[in-house]
Each structure stands twice: as C-alpha cells, then as structure tokens.
C-alpha cells in the first residue's frame, strides 16, 4: 500500500493532478481545473466517484449533461464515456476503483 502524497502534476491545458493514497484495490486522487478547462470525454474499466471539493462544473456522463456544484458527487460506472468542464474552476476528489495504474 503506498500512502505517500506524491507532487502535483501539471497535466497541461489547465488541469493539475496529486496522487493522494492508493493500493491496488483504490485510488483517491486531488484535480485542479482552472476556469475554462476541460476534461475532454473519455472511458476507462475503473468505477469512479468524484467530489467536488470547490466550484462549479458540467459533466456529460453517458451523454447526459449534469452541473455539480460545491459539496457535490457523482458516480461514474466502469466503460462509460464522462467528461467535464468548468466556467468558474475548482477542485475535485476522484476515487477509482480498482487504482488507476495508467496515473503512476
């Protein structure tokens, strides 16, 4: 089990991400958008569940627009397509499972 914070990464087009805990079961990781970024639609075989810690973003789960706002989630099922964007920017928790090896 690795409990180590690791650094944050700059992801490139406003978005910064930080490995907060993991194992191979779980991962829970911190995403920075600034205002305007986007998180461009993709799938991945994880169960997600994201949070979000701080301002207000547009999620398209499954091809259904959602706004979430501070304080709240969402879950995203294993091979469906999400992305998001954000008019104000913010902070998200995500947690996969199981982890996300493709982060490390």
């Not at 990781?29 to 305007?36: A, E, N, R």
């Not at 789960?61 to 920017?89: F, M, Q």
């Amino acid at each position: 089990m690795n409990t180590q914070v690791r650094e944050i990464e700059d992801l490139g087009e406003g978005i910064k991400r930080q490995i907060l805990a993991y194992n191979k079961d779980i991962m829970a990781v911190k995403v920075w958008f600034d205002k305007g970024a986007i998180g461009y639609a993709h799938k991945h075989h994880h169960t997600q569940i994201t949070y979000v810690e701080e301002g207000e973003f547009i999620f398209t789960i499954a091809g259904k627009e959602r706004i979430l706002k501070s304080g709240d989630s969402c879950i995203i099922p294993p091979n469906v397509e999400h992305g998001t964007t954000t008019t104000t920017g913010g902070l998200l928790i995500d947690t996969f499972s199981p982890m996300r090896e493709d982060f490390l």
